[in-house]
Structures are given as structure tokens and as C-alpha cells.
């Protein structure tokens, strides 16, 4: 009696975006990180600590929500985590490659390969990893950081 209940309940878990949902919109209703449609305005935040984070929104949006300071501040909220996590992601994906290049570099066979492949592991900026630590520095353990608190 009560089993169908019951799966609709534990189906609709499921299929409900996390708060870290992947895709161009951030599993967002309300925005987007990026310019896709229907999210083509944009704009970018002014009442959280992280300011002028861009985000893009709906003309719906713009006509509803943007009006309500309570609710963009709201969306705002959501945009500001959206980045933290986009960073964090992009930020991983960045020192992987760093370290895949630095790992090609010692199975080169030649000395010329084995410093070609270095310098270029050497000079990769790991730019996601700075912004992060720039807008987020309480999300980045102190072990893990770039740039050390030099005085």
C-alpha cells in the first residue's frame, strides 16, 4: 500500500540537482555561469563578500527576482558557492595537468625532452588555484596554497 509512495519519495532524491550540480547553469534555475540560452543578461554580484563574480540570468529574472533585494540576494548566494565550487573543481583539473607534465617529464628519454617538458610544467600557471585562493582563502587548506603569507 504504502510502496509506491515510498518510491516516488525515494525517486524524487534522485532526481533532484545537488547543490554542487554540474553543467553550464550550476544546476540553476535562477542563473548561469556562463552565456547559454536562456541565461544571456548579465550580471554580477554586489551584496555578497565575493564581489563582481558574472553570472547570467533570464529576462524573466530581470523583470522578477532582480527587483527583490531579499531574493537577488538569495541567487547571489547560490552564484557566489557555484564559483567557490567551479574554482575548486577547476583548480584540481589544473595541478592534475601540472603534475601529469612533471610525471611525462621524468619518463623522457633524452635530457632535451626531459627539460622541455619541466619548463613547461614550471610555467604553468595554476591561475584557477590563485583566484580561488584570492576570493576563498578559508577554503584552501594553508598546506595546500600557493602563495604563502609572506612578512
Known sequence: QFLPLA???LLSFFNMPGEYATGATGGSRYFSLTPVSPFTNPLHTKLTKVKDIPYYVTEKFLRTIHRDRYQLTQVERMVEKSYERYLF????????YKRNLELKAKKRITEDERTKLMKKAAGFELSRCLELEDFFPQSVPEKDKIRHNEF
Open 7 to 9: 518510491l516516488i519519495i
Open 89 to 96: 573543481d577547476e583548480c584540481k583539473n589544473q595541478k592534475a
